[in-house]
């Protein structure tokens, strides 16, 4: 049974910084990701890691600013979040994904306030 835990979500001024955290047991997979959906907007794709190299994906509007990594002894995957907008307010979601099957946490919510 795959079980995550996210933290680090909160309330933060515009320019401000969070890291988020995804804690993943219960099986191998072979990437983590992490996606946000804002209020009325659909969810979209914020970044990705490979579980193993060192490859990493940015959407466009984090690039820069956002930085994932992982730590393969804890299996917890860390979203940095610096210099956030308030367009960066969201619900942001976890996505472990192994082989062609997604998992996801329960959401955190981040809110950045002008």
């Known amino acids: 049974q795959v079980q995550l835990e996210e933290s680090g979500g909160g309330l933060v001024q515009a320019g401000g910084s969070l890291r988020l955290s995804c804690a993943a047991s219960?099986?191998?997979?072979?990437?983590m990701g992490w996606y946000r959906q804002a209020p009325g907007k659909e969810r979209e794709f914020v970044a990705r890691i490979m579980w193993s190299g060192d490859n990493t994906y940015y959407a466009e509007s984090v690039r820069g600013r956002f930085t994932i990594s992982r730590d393969n002894n804890k299996n917890t995957v860390y979203l940095q979040m610096n210099s956030l907008k308030p367009e960066d307010t969201a619900i942001y979601y976890c996505?472990?994904?192994?082989?062609?099957?997604?998992?996801w946490g329960q959401g955190t919510q981040v809110t950045v306030s002008s």
């Open positions: 996505n472990p994904r192994s082989g062609a099957r997604d998992y």
């Open positions: 219960g099986r191998t997979f072979s990437s």
